[in-house]
């Protein structure tokens, strides 16, 4: 039996081991959950020692703990991976539209519903029982070294300092962050760009405090019509950003790269159609719906607070206002330069009316990997394998701003594998993951393995 047939034979257990995972609510962000994030990890811990991995524990951080495994029985002659998921996800609850409950899984459809499903606890347990399959069968071609963390979804904020002072015992040839998401359920793409982002907020100060709109309506400037005038003011009428100097570092693409995202653009469109629904596509006119996605710097309101906005209704002219800004940031662009434009900015357009704050938030850089580079190249031949078809290079919208860590300190080159579809939901309520993708993401992964093998 070898490693494929594995999988095969114990398809149903993995899929219950599965549905385990997706039952801790190991959500992050809410400190209620820091007991269910530990429980995940613990559970991460135990699968892996039981699987083989000699070294296998879950450390602790000023946050949640980092699940870090090795395996490296194939050799110090054998390359090694670095394989990198997080097992942490989003708050999820009934109100929220979900049709089940988020934490009991359910399938149905040849899905599995879980907060987690797709983003990103299936990628994690893809990759382990990738592992599993290969260790018992024989054994893996390349060294394994495994690094999920715990904090994914509230910025990663520990990770980076593990990363830093773990050079050593982190050191591998290839690194492989296993996260992101295809256009197309049958046709692969293979990313390698990443956006950066910058999250900062907008706080604009009226009178000391809320007041009646009969007796101080206009004499007071309102704060929220304040804020919705600087914010008009951050775009051109064509959806371009009009931040002076917002895009002087933006690399033109060529027209060779403009090419190859072209080739994915139908299935793109096809899932903008699908997932946004939007009455018409919005966004800079000389670019197309790919390279705006991926290959394009945005600038998005994320929130607007201010003012009276429960049931019923309150007549008053509020004190303050407040609205989260992000920037989607392309590779040369740098999030410091980029937070500092904005506000500068903000600052010039600020009406003397009102007093206007802003504060940086959070940070992340783009990442561009060589698409050329002989881990893309055994990643293509890995998705041909077992897909069947050559994957479309893809530019992703999002960020993973420990990728550009993992870059930066450990030195290898860096390959971004995706095994789930875009419309499943990630974030959101009815998050899914269909089985059949992710018995074709193991079956990838070692392939991968083997590529890199020689």
Not at 172 to 182: E, L
Not at 223 to 247: K, M, N
Not at 345 to 352: C, D, F, H, S, T
Not at 404 to 419: H, I, K, S, T, Y
Request: glycine share 8%.
């Amino acid at each position: 039996m070898d490693a494929s047939d594995y999988i095969t034979t114990h398809a149903e257990q993995f899929k219950e081991q599965l549905k385990d995972l997706l039952r801790i609510p190991s959500v992050s962000t809410l400190p209620a959950h820091k007991a269910d994030v530990q429980r995940a990890a613990d559970w991460l811990v135990e699968d892996m020692r039981r699987i083989g991995f000699r070294t296998a524990e879950a450390i602790p951080t000023a946050g949640h703990p980092i699940v870090y495994g090795e395996w490296m029985g194939a050799g110090a002659g054998a390359p090694t991976l670095l394989v990198y998921g997080h097992y942490d996800v989003q708050p999820a609850e009934m109100a929220d539209g979900w049709l089940t409950e988020p934490f009991q899984p359910v399938e149905r459809d040849g899905r599995i519903y879980a907060r987690g499903a797709i983003d990103s606890k299936s990628n994690v347990m893809a990759q382990l029982k990738a592992a599993e399959a290969m260790l018992a069968t024989g054994g893996a071609p390349v060294n394994l070294k495994l690094l999920f963390e715990g904090e994914e979804e509230s910025n990663s904020e520990n990770l980076s300092a593990f990363v830093a002072a773990n050079r050593e015992r982190l050191k591998a040839d290839v690194v492989v962050i296993c996260d992101g998401s295809m256009a197309d359920r049958e046709q692969p793409d293979m990313y390698y760009g990443l956006r950066g982002v910058v999250s900062m907020e907008l706080e604009v100060f009226g009178p000391k405090q809320d007041l009646h709109s009969g007796h101080f309506g206009g004499t007071v400037h309102n704060p929220i019509q304040a804020l919705a005038e600087i914010i008009t003011r951050l775009h051109h009428p064509d959806g371009s950003v009009s931040v002076p100097g917002f895009y002087d570092d933006v690399e033109p693409l060529s027209d060779e790269e403009r090419a190859e995202l072209a080739k994915a653009l139908p299935w793109i469109e096809s899932e903008w159609r699908d997932v946004a629904a939007a009455p018409a596509q919005w966004g800079e006119p000389a670019y197309n719906l790919h390279e705006r996605i991926g290959a394009r710097p945005t600038l998005e309101i994320n929130g607007i607070a201010g003012g009276f906005a429960a049931e019923g209704f309150k007549t008053v002219l509020p004190g303050r206002a407040l609205a989260k800004i992000s920037c989607r940031l392309v590779p040369h662009q740098t999030s410091h330069k980029i937070y500092e434009r904005v506000r500068a900015y903000v600052m010039q357009i600020a009406p003397p009316t009102v007093r206007v704050e802003m504060r940086l938030v959070s940070i992340g850089e783009p990442l561009l990997i060589d698409r050329h580079s002989a881990s893309v190249q055994a990643a293509l031949r890995a998705y041909e394998t077992v897909w069947g078809k050559r994957p479309n290079f893809t530019r992703a919208g999002g960020s993973i701003p420990v990728a550009v860590d993992l870059q930066r300190e450990l030195g290898a080159p860096l390959v971004l594998l995706a095994f789930g579809y875009k419309g499943c939901g990630a974030h959101g309520p009815n998050e899914h993951v269909y089985l059949d993708m992710w018995y074709r993401g193991m079956a990838t992964m070692i392939a991968f393995c083997r590529e890199i093998a020689g």
